[in-house]
C-alpha cells in the first residue's frame, strides 16, 4: 500500500497540511509519536491544576518527562525548549495567542539590511490565513492599525478590569495597543465557547482553545486522513535518484516498519524536523537528506522573552481570562533608526496565575514568608501581580543551531539532540530596549515594585529556522514551495522553513504556510486547483 | 517524626482565617513522595548536627521556637541543597495550596476551574479610541 502523502507530526503544521490535503482528494496519513489527549485529565478539572502543570503538563520535555518525549539537550543553550509530543503537538499547551507575522517580516534585509528576505510574501499567504482563522475559530476586533484589514473573527476575548488597567497605562503614554487575536472560540454555546478558566496552557478540558486535535485533525478525518499514533519516524528513505521513498517507523511493539508514499512532509517542529533529517543519511547523501546546503539544523531561532512585573495595590481579576490572551501592543514592531537594534518586538500582557505559583514567587521575592504568616501572606499577594512579556523578533545565525551527538543513542535509538543557542548582540539589545519600555506601562497604569528580567530560561516555544526557504540552493534547504532542494518530493511544512522569526507568536504564520506548501504539494506533484477547489473559495 | 514537625512549623496554617497546619491535610499525600522524604530526613540530621541545629528539641518547644528553628533550617537548607530544596518546597506547597480546607479559608473556591467557569464583562471598544484616532501604522512593503 502506497499513500499519496505521509505527513510527519500532528502539531500545528501538519494538522494543516493533512487538512488541507485530505479535502483535496489525495489519501494521506500523519504520523504522530504521541497519543491523543483525555481532555477529562486536563489539569484544570482539579484543584490540583498547578502540581500538574508544573510536573506532568510541563512544557519542558525533560521535566514533563512523557514516554513520547525525546531527549533534548540544553546544557549549550540560552533558552529551554518547550514542546509537547502528542496528537496536536504545541498547540495543546499553547496560550492561543494568535497574531499573524506582520507584511514587514517577509522581507527584513530589503527593509533594514538584517535577516534574510523570504521567496514568498504576506499577501501570497493572506487567503491561507483568512482560511486559517476559520477553521482555527479565532476570535478577536477588527481593525487593528498597526496590521494590513483583517476582518471574520468571532467576539474578541474580554480584557477585563485588569487588560483595561494595563490598557489605560498604554493610552496615557500614546501608545498602540490592541485585544489579542485569540485561536479560542468565543462562538455559540454549541462550539464550546471560552469558559475564562485562565490556564489555557494546560490544556483546555472545555474544547473552547483550538488545539489542532479539536479543529484541523477531526475534521480531516471525517474527510478520510488517517492519524496514526504511537508511531515514532526514525528516517525519510529516499532513492539513489534523490526521491522521497516513504518513512521508517519505530512502532510501540519495538518493530521497524517502512511505509511507502509519493510525498512525505515533515512538521514536527524545528528540532524534530532537522533531527529527522539530519539522521536520514544514507550514501548519497552523507550529511543528512535534503542537506547538501550544509545549513540544516542552522540558524535556530527561540524569541527570546523577557517580563516586566509589577504589583497591584490590591487584587483584581488577572487570574480569570486566557492567561496569554488579554492586550498586546505593537508600539516597538518595526525597525526605529534612532535605536542600536534593528527590527523590534511585541509587548504581550499576560494574566496570572493560581495561589500556588503566588506563593512560590512570593517566597523567592521575600513577600511570603515560611511559618505563622504564610497564609495570609499569599491572600495578601494573590491577584495582584501584573505583567508584561517582551518576545524579541530574533535574527538567524547559523551558529545558533540542532546537531546530533552520535556518541548518545535517545530512547528512539536515534542520536540524542543538542541546541546550542546563544542571544545576538541585537537581541540583548532590544530585550533592554523592551523591558525598559513594559516598565514604563507598568508604572505609568500605578503598578509598584516593578522590575523586570530577561531573557527567561524556560521560554523556547517558538522554535523555528532550521530548514530555511529560499531560492538559491546554496543558502537554503526547501524552494519556496516548501521542497526541499536536493529531494524530490520531501516537503517541509513547519517552522523550520521560516527564513526569518518575527517578532509575534508564530503558530498563525505556521499554519498558513503550512497550507500554502499543501497547494504547492497538489500542484507539482498531483493535479491543478481549480475554482472549485482553490483556498479562497473552499471553507 | 522530625519531619512533620519541621513542615508543621514551616506551614502551621492559619487559625484567624480557618486554615489547617500541613500535617492535617496533606501529610499522607507527602508520604507518597518516598525519596524526597529520605533525602529531606538526611539534611535535618546533618542540620541537628549543625552549630544552629544542635540546640533542637523535638518536643517541648513551643510553636513559635519550632518556627523560628524551622526558618532557621529552611535557611540551611535552602543554601545546602539547594535542588533539593527546590523540589522539597515546590511538593509541600503544591500539596497544600491545592487542598480544599485550604483554599476555602483562603476565600478561593472550592470547585476546580472546569466546568466551573469564571465570568468576565465584555469588552469596551471605546478604550480604543485613541488608538484608532492615529491611523495605520504597519509598515507598507512592495508587492504585498
Given at each position: 500500500m502506497e499513500y499519496d502523502v505521509i505527513v510527519v507530526g500532528s502539531g500545528a503544521g501538519g494538522s494543516a497540511a493533512a487538512w488541507r490535503l485530505t479535502k483535496l482528494g489525495l489519501r494521506v496519513a500523519c504520523f504522530e509519536r504521541g497519543d491523543w489527549q483525555t481532555p477529562d485529565n486536563y489539569p484544570s478539572t482539579g484543584l490540583d491544576w498547578e502540581i500538574k502543570k508544573r510536573k506532568a503538563f510541563s512544557p519542558n520535555p525533560s521535566i514533563r518527562n512523557m514516554k513520547s518525549d525525546y531527549t533534548i539537550d540544553t546544557s549549550e543553550s540560552d533558552i529551554d525548549i518547550a514542546n509537547f509530543n502528542g496528537v496536536g503537538g504545541a498547540t495543546v499547551l499553547f496560550s492561543g495567542h494568535f497574531p499573524r507575522f506582520h507584511p514587514s517580516d517577509f522581507c527584513t534585509y530589503t527593509l533594514d539590511g538584517v535577516g534574510v528576505d523570504w521567496p514568498i510574501t504576506y499577501s501570497d499567504l493572506e487567503p491561507y490565513?483568512?482560511?486559517?482563522?476559520?477553521?482555527?475559530?479565532?476570535?478577536?476586533?477588527?481593525?487593528?492599525?498597526?496590521?494590513?484589514?483583517?476582518?471574520?473573527?468571532?467576539?474578541?476575548?474580554?480584557?477585563?478590569?485588569?487588560?483595561?488597567?494595563?490598557?489605560?497605562?498604554?493610552?496615557?503614554?500614546?501608545?498602540?495597543?490592541?485585544?489579542?487575536?485569540?485561536?479560542?472560540?468565543?462562538?455559540?454555546?454549541?462550539?464550546?465557547?471560552?469558559?475564562?478558566?485562565?490556564?489555557?496552557?494546560?490544556g483546555c478540558p472545555q474544547g473552547a482553545k483550538s488545539s489542532t486535535d479539536v479543529t484541523y485533525l477531526p475534521d480531516a478525518m471525517r474527510s478520510g486522513l488517517e492519524v496514526v499514533t504511537h508511531s515514532v519516524v526514525v528516517k525519510v528513505e529516499v532513492t539513489s535518484a534523490g526521491k522521497a521513498k516513504g518513512i521508517w517507523v519505530l512502532e510501540s511493539t519495538g518493530n521497524r516498519r517502512f511505509i511507502a508514499s509519493k510525498v512525505v512532509v515533515l512538521a514536527c517542529n524545528a528540532i524534530g524536523t532537522a533531527r529527522l533529517l539530519l539522521a536520514s543519511k544514507s550514501d548519497d547523501q552523507p550529511q543528512g537528506a535534503a542537506n547538501s546546503s550544509g545549513l540544516v539544523g542552522k540558524n535556530l531561532m527561540l524569541h527570546p522573552l523577557g517580563y516586566a512585573e509589577g504589583l497591584f495595590d490590591r487584587a483584581i481579576d488577572l487570574d480569570k481570562g486566557p492567561q496569554g490572551c488579554c492586550i498586546y501592543s505593537h508600539e516597538f514592531y518595526e525597525t526605529d533608526e534612532e535605536r542600536n537594534f534593528k527590527r523590534g518586538y511585541t509587548l504581550h500582557v499576560l494574566r496570572g496565575g493560581g495561589v500556588l505559583e503566588t506563593a512560590l514567587a512570593g517566597l523567592d521575592r521575600r513577600e511570603v514568608h515560611w511559618g505563622s504568616s504564610l497564609v495570609k501572606d499569599v491572600v495578601a499577594m494573590h491577584r495582584r501581580r501584573g505583567s508584561i512579556a517582551v518576545i524579541c523578533e530574533d535574527?538567524?545565525?547559523?551558529?545558533?543551531?540542532?546537531?546530533?551527538?552520535?556518541?548518545?543513542?535517545?530512547?528512539?535509538?536515534?542520536?540524542?539532540?543538542?541546541?546550542?543557542?546563544?542571544?545576538?548582540?541585537?537581541?540583548?539589545?532590544?530585550?533592554?530596549?523592551?523591558?525598559?519600555?513594559?516598565?514604563?506601562?507598568?508604572?505609568?497604569?500605578?503598578?509598584?515594585?516593578?522590575?523586570?528580567?530577561?531573557?527567561?530560561?524556560?521560554?523556547?516555544?517558538?522554535?523555528?529556522?532550521?530548514?530555511?526557504?529560499?531560492?538559491?540552493?546554496?543558502?537554503?534547504?526547501?524552494?519556496?514551495?516548501?521542497?526541499?532542494?536536493?529531494?524530490?518530493?520531501?516537503?517541509?511544512?513547519?517552522?523550520?522553513?521560516?527564513?526569518?522569526?518575527?517578532?509575534?507568536?508564530?503558530?498563525?504564520?505556521?499554519?498558513?504556510?503550512?497550507?500554502?506548501?499543501?497547494?504547492?504539494?497538489?500542484?507539482?506533484?498531483?493535479?491543478?486547483?481549480?475554482?472549485?477547489?482553490?483556498?479562497?473559495?473552499?471553507? | 517524626m522530625q519531619?512533620?514537625?519541621?513542615?508543621?512549623?514551616?506551614?502551621?496554617?492559619?487559625?484567624?482565617?480557618?486554615?489547617?497546619?500541613?500535617?492535617?491535610?496533606?501529610?499522607?499525600?507527602?508520604?507518597?513522595?518516598?525519596?524526597?522524604?529520605?533525602?529531606?530526613?538526611?539534611?535535618?540530621?546533618?542540620?541537628?548536627?549543625?552549630?544552629?541545629?544542635?540546640?533542637?528539641?523535638?518536643?517541648?518547644?513551643?510553636?513559635?521556637?519550632?518556627?523560628?528553628?524551622?526558618?532557621?533550617?529552611?535557611?540551611?537548607?535552602?543554601?545546602?541543597?539547594?535542588?533539593?530544596?527546590?523540589?522539597?518546597?515546590?511538593?509541600?506547597?503544591?500539596?497544600?495550596?491545592?487542598?480544599?480546607?485550604?483554599?476555602?479559608?483562603?476565600?478561593?473556591?472550592?470547585?476546580?476551574?472546569?466546568?466551573?467557569?469564571?465570568?468576565?464583562?465584555?469588552?469596551?471598544?471605546?478604550?480604543?479610541?485613541?488608538?484608532?484616532?492615529?491611523?495605520?501604522?504597519?509598515?507598507?512593503?512592495?508587492?504585498?
Open positions: 490565513f483568512n482560511v486559517n482563522d476559520k477553521v482555527m475559530r479565532v476570535s478577536g476586533l477588527a481593525g487593528d492599525p498597526a496590521y494590513p484589514e483583517m476582518k471574520g473573527f468571532l467576539p474578541p476575548i474580554p480584557i477585563g478590569e485588569y487588560g483595561e488597567m494595563i490598557a489605560e497605562g498604554f493610552n496615557r503614554l500614546g501608545w498602540h495597543w490592541w485585544p489579542s487575536y485569540s485561536a479560542i472560540s468565543t462562538g455559540s454555546r454549541s462550539d464550546s465557547p471560552c469558559l475564562n478558566l485562565g490556564p489555557c496552557n494546560t535574527l538567524p545565525e547559523t551558529s545558533n543551531q540542532v546537531l546530533l551527538d552520535e556518541s548518545r543513542i535517545d530512547n528512539d535509538g536515534m542520536p540524542v539532540v543538542i541546541v546550542k543557542y546563544r542571544l545576538g548582540g541585537n537581541s540583548k539589545a532590544m530585550m533592554s530596549h523592551g523591558l525598559t519600555q513594559a516598565r514604563r506601562v507598568l508604572k505609568v497604569a500605578a503598578l509598584k515594585k516593578v522590575m523586570a528580567f530577561g531573557p527567561v530560561r524556560e521560554a523556547g516555544w517558538h522554535i523555528l529556522g532550521t530548514a530555511r526557504m529560499g531560492n538559491d540552493p546554496a543558502t537554503s534547504v526547501v524552494n519556496m514551495r516548501g521542497e526541499t532542494h536536493d529531494v524530490d518530493g520531501l516537503f517541509i511544512a513547519d517552522g523550520s522553513v521560516f527564513p526569518t522569526s518575527s517578532g509575534v507568536n508564530p503558530a498563525s504564520t505556521i499554519q498558513a504556510v503550512a497550507l500554502y506548501i499543501a497547494d504547492q504539494i497538489y500542484e507539482t506533484h498531483f493535479g491543478v486547483l481549480t475554482d472549485g477547489n482553490a483556498i479562497e473559495n473552499f471553507c | 519531619l512533620k514537625i519541621f513542615v508543621d512549623s514551616l506551614i502551621p496554617g492559619d487559625e484567624a482565617l480557618g486554615a489547617p497546619k500541613f500535617s492535617a491535610v496533606a501529610w499522607p499525600l507527602l508520604q507518597e513522595s518516598r525519596d524526597l522524604i529520605a533525602h529531606v530526613s538526611v539534611v535535618i540530621k546533618e542540620f541537628r548536627n549543625s552549630a544552629t541545629g544542635c540546640v533542637i528539641s523535638e518536643s517541648n518547644e513551643s510553636i513559635e521556637s519550632n518556627e523560628a528553628m524551622a526558618k532557621s533550617f529552611s535557611s540551611f537548607f535552602k543554601e545546602k541543597h539547594n535542588v533539593l530544596y527546590v523540589e522539597f518546597r515546590e511538593i509541600v506547597m503544591g500539596l497544600y495550596f491545592s487542598s480544599p480546607a485550604v483554599l476555602v479559608a483562603m476565600g478561593e473556591e472550592e470547585m476546580p476551574l472546569f466546568p466551573r467557569g469564571q465570568s468576565l464583562p465584555t469588552f469596551n471598544t471605546d478604550m480604543l479610541e485613541s488608538v484608532y484616532s492615529r491611523g495605520e501604522i504597519w509598515r507598507r512593503v512592495n508587492g504585498g
